[in-house]
């Protein structure tokens, strides 16, 4: 049976801004790595060593121009685990009667925890829900890009799932696996700005029904997320994300559920800090 869940991973698009103070930079050791919160420069740096690996894991979308996998890649560096220390109110709204729908007051600590104001906490990438983030990339298949859709204002590209997709989140891997079981019909849609790049909309969807046993069947899987870019940030958010999925299977019946989540009241500390897990080159050594 196909457990129809979001599972973010951080999504932060850094963008220049003048007049930032830097601060200090503190580390927090966890079992699975050292947290870092510092300063917007940093995360500046960070996204642009993300963007130069994915230009080189392009490099297999022959589909696509050098022009075309640039955007793509200046897009998808904003997939961080990078969260910047705000506060901000969560409005989650399930459209199926049984469910609960309810407000939240969620905040980001430089420790890596994320809190709410029901006494929940959580690390950040153990995180269900995020306004910065969206589908992990690594469920794309970069070798199956191709153009989908351009005007002279956005650019959009599809992208098939990839099947050997890993992660070090063991959330991710859950909902990998769980995708796995519908990859051939599930598809990416990344919609772009056609002239700087910037993330406008990102869409996970299954494009036709498809059994994933004899007597399970998946109807419907769609993830909607549309960017906005905040002032007070300086970077974009997904200030309403939209979750629609519908199966049968003989344990749970039919299931046609929709989500909608919105956020608001944004907080954060200034000025602007960011905290994401310590990167590492390929032996493992803090970098």
């Not at 003048?18 to 740096?45: C, K, N, Y």
């Not at 204002?153 to 599809?158: A, C, D, G, L």
Request: proline share 3%; net charge positive; glycine share 4%.
């Amino acid at each position: 049976m196909l457990h129809a869940k979001i599972l973010l991973l951080g999504i932060v698009l850094v963008m220049a801004a003048p007049g930032f103070i830097l601060a200090e930079r503190t580390v927090t050791s966890t079992d699975s790595g050292d947290i870092i919160a510092s300063d917007f420069g940093e995360m500046q740096e960070y996204a642009e060593l993300q963007k130069a690996q994915l230009l080189t894991k392009l490099k297999v979308a022959k589909s696509l121009s050098d022009r075309q996998k640039e955007l793509v890649a200046i897009a998808l560096s904003k997939d961080l685990e990078g969260l910047p220390l705000c506060s901000f109110s969560q409005d989650i709204v399930y459209r199926e009667e049984t469910k609960k729908s309810e407000t939240r007051q969620v905040k980001v600590h430089e420790n890596g925890m994320i809190t709410d104001d029901k006494s929940r906490e959580r690390m950040f990438n153990e995180w269900n829900y995020s306004p910065f983030s969206a589908p992990p990339t690594a469920g794309m298949d970069f070798s199956s890009a191709k153009l989908k859709e351009e005007t002279s204002s956005s650019v959009t590209f599809r992208f098939k799932f990839n099947r050997k997709a890993k992660s070090k989140s063991k959330k991710v891997t859950e909902l990998l696996g769980n995708l796995k079981r519908v990859a051939r019909n599930l598809r990416y849609d990344l919609t772009v700005d056609a002239q700087t790049g910037a993330p406008k909309t990102l869409v996970l969807e299954l494009i036709k029904p498809t059994r994933v046993m004899v007597i399970a069947r998946v109807k419907k899987i769609r993830h909607e997320y549309i960017y906005e870019f905040d002032e007070n940030m300086q970077r974009f958010t997904i200030p309403k994300q939209i979750v629609q999925f519908a199966y049968s299977a003989p344990t749970r019946g039919k299931v046609n559920e929709k989500i909608d989540v919105t956020y608001s009241n944004f907080d954060c500390t200034k000025p602007i800090r960011y905290m994401w897990r310590a990167l590492t080159d390929s032996s493992g050594t803090r970098l």
